[in-house]
């Protein structure tokens, strides 16, 4: 009994075990193990004694017997729990690793050799992404409406305001007309592009019915084409057009830059001194050369070399008088275009020299009135100058201020901006450091607001629209900016771009959508922000959003 006895008592115990153990281990696995000891210690006690003279094995110690037998029940109890656990676990992955299979039977039987990850990638996965992800940009809210179908490589507001052109690296140039800029479609003039050639800028000419289009060609080097509406038959002169005119080239040049690609496309209305008002057109090489185009009639008018191994971009003044060039050189220079009494250009003069910067100059801008010149530089700083001087007499451009560049890197190293563009009233400066946007006082250079991630990819094109543009609330101020998104699309590495419009007019801000990608997800945003800033103190925002879409032809 000294040896039956404990053993008896033990499936008592290794019940209360067994009730103490969480479901998922299967406490019904403990209480049939100790159901079998029970049955085994029962027969044992009610068996007769062996009728053999001699015993089979040499007398056991009863305390080694005991714990004999516990090792054995405790490797079946193991061996029960760990079994029943791992097979949890393998049943767990099998249904993490095909959620979507489970949950979509029909993707699962029409394309059942797809591998899942792909399913990771799918559009309608990205598209809530990515609305998510632009709520985090900025506290606006982002919609998303379809009209690009690749990266938007520039932009361009008419005279007016009420025109905004987009060059896209699809070979289209697309004309919105902003008629209201909260409504929710919008109609657009679709130019397709000769083939061979793909679209690196975009300017108006005349008026918001023609555009010049700078146009990479594949076998290097660019052209330049400029697209005006077709004057309707005389059949059609009488009937009420529910479609925009169809565009025509009225004039094209090639090689215009021998092989050089066009950096930046600018264009504006002379109307300094003698000039009749004509759209001057001025595009800047990758090398050193610059050179001026008649709007109207396609014919070069100017050129000048900055000599400075490479340019960065090239701006002309709102009014058609001076062109600046930002250079491989901490030098800014400029040029006069004077004209002759009969409006025309007579020719390109050297004018001043801006001298301050410690680095090369990334980006620079004319102020409203053509009297000021703001440049961003890699030293750290930006620079506000006063090109309205007689340089004739030697009398040098000053520097008006100087603010730092409010952005640094992990390391604390002062970052630059890659672009600027002043507002129509002179007071507040847009300026973009990769996919970064910041608005900044000019008068204190303190910064205004920040959208941290305005787009998914570094911003390419930056552009207030010169006048008011109409909405649903009123007129308000628009500022237009353009990006390369990448994602990863289902098969192949996509390039998206993304363009938003900022609104300014009153206290609260709003946005909008104006524009999208055709064959992925956010390609083309616009804001409609309405807020005006007290230079000192910063406004609070409004959200709310309208759902944008574009009226397609």
């Not at 559009?123 to 990515?130: L, M, N, T, V």
Request: glycine content about 6%; some cysteine; proline content about 5%.
């Amino acid at each position: 009994m000294s040896l039956i006895q404990p053993i008896y008592h033990f499936p008592v115990l290794t019940s209360n075990i067994s009730l103490s153990l969480n479901p998922p281990f299967h406490r019904h696995r403990v209480a049939a193990a100790a159901a079998v000891v029970t049955v085994i210690i029962s027969f044992i006690r009610r068996a007769p004694p062996i009728p053999f003279s001699a015993p089979l094995w040499p007398p056991m110690d009863p305390a080694i017997a005991i714990v004999v037998v516990s090792v054995l029940l405790g490797a079946f109890l193991a061996f029960a729990f760990f079994g029943s656990y791992f097979r949890k676990r393998r049943s767990d992955v099998r249904s993490i690793s095909k959620p979507e299979l489970q949950s979509d039977p029909k993707t699962r039987s029409s394309k059942p050799s797809q591998p899942i990850t792909k399913k990771h990638h799918s559009k309608p996965h990205s598209h809530a992404f990515d609305k998510d992800q632009n709520k985090r940009h900025h506290p606006l809210d982002v919609n998303t409406l379809k009209g690009h179908g690749d990266a938007v490589t520039g932009l361009c507001f008419s005279s007016d305001g009420r025109s905004l052109a987009t060059a896209c690296a699809d070979g289209v140039i697309r004309v919105f007309k902003l008629d209201d800029a909260s409504s929710k479609s919008f109609k657009f003039l679709r130019i397709n592009l000769p083939a061979g050639g793909s679209p690196v800028g975009v300017a108006f000419s005349d008026d918001a019915s023609s555009v010049v289009v700078a146009s990479q060609t594949v076998a290097g080097g660019c052209s330049l084409y400029m697209y005006g509406e077709e004057k309707p038959k005389e059949s059609e002169e009488n009937k009420q057009q529910s479609k925009l005119p169809l565009p025509e080239i009225k004039w094209e040049r090639h090689k215009v830059h021998d092989k050089r690609s066009i950096l930046t496309l600018f264009g504006t209305a002379a109307t300094y001194g003698s000039a009749d008002g004509s759209t001057i057109i001025a595009s800047c090489s990758e090398g050193t050369d610059i050179v001026l185009w008649h709007g109207k009639t396609g014919k070069e008018v100017g050129h000048v070399d900055t000599n400075q191994l490479k340019n960065n971009m090239a701006a002309i003044s709102p009014d058609g008088r001076f062109i600046a060039a930002a250079a491989f050189t901490a030098d800014v220079k400029v040029w006069e275009i004077v004209y002759s009494k009969d409006g025309s250009v007579k020719e390109v003069s050297k004018g001043m020299q801006l001298k301050g910067h410690k680095s090369a100059v990334t980006w620079l801008c004319f102020s409203p009135n053509s009297e000021q010149i703001i440049t961003a530089s890699k030293d750290g700083s930006i620079r506000i100058w006063n090109i309205n001087v007689r340089y004739q007499l030697d009398e040098d451009p000053k520097t008006l201020k100087v603010f730092p560049i409010p952005l640094h890197d992990s390391k604390g190293a002062t970052l630059h901006y890659d672009r600027l563009s002043i507002s129509p009233d002179g007071r507040i400066l847009a300026a973009t450091h990769g996919s970064k946007l910041q608005w900044l006082c000019v008068e204190t250079g303190k910064v205004l607001d920040t959208a941290e991630k305005a787009h998914d990819g570094d911003i390419t094109c930056i552009s207030w629209a010169p006048k008011d543009v109409p909405t649903g609330d009123g007129q308000v101020l628009l500022l237009a900016t353009a990006s390369v998104d990448k994602k990863n699309g289902a098969i192949n590495n996509v390039e998206d771009a993304t363009m938003r419009v900022l609104a300014i007019r009153g206290r609260n801000l709003k946005r909008i959508t104006l524009g999208s990608i055709e064959k992925t997800d956010s390609l083309c945003f616009a804001w409609v922000a309405q807020f005006f800033w007290d230079f000192g103190d910063q406004t609070s925002y409004t959200k709310s959003e309208w759902l944008v879409s574009v009226e397609r032809k």
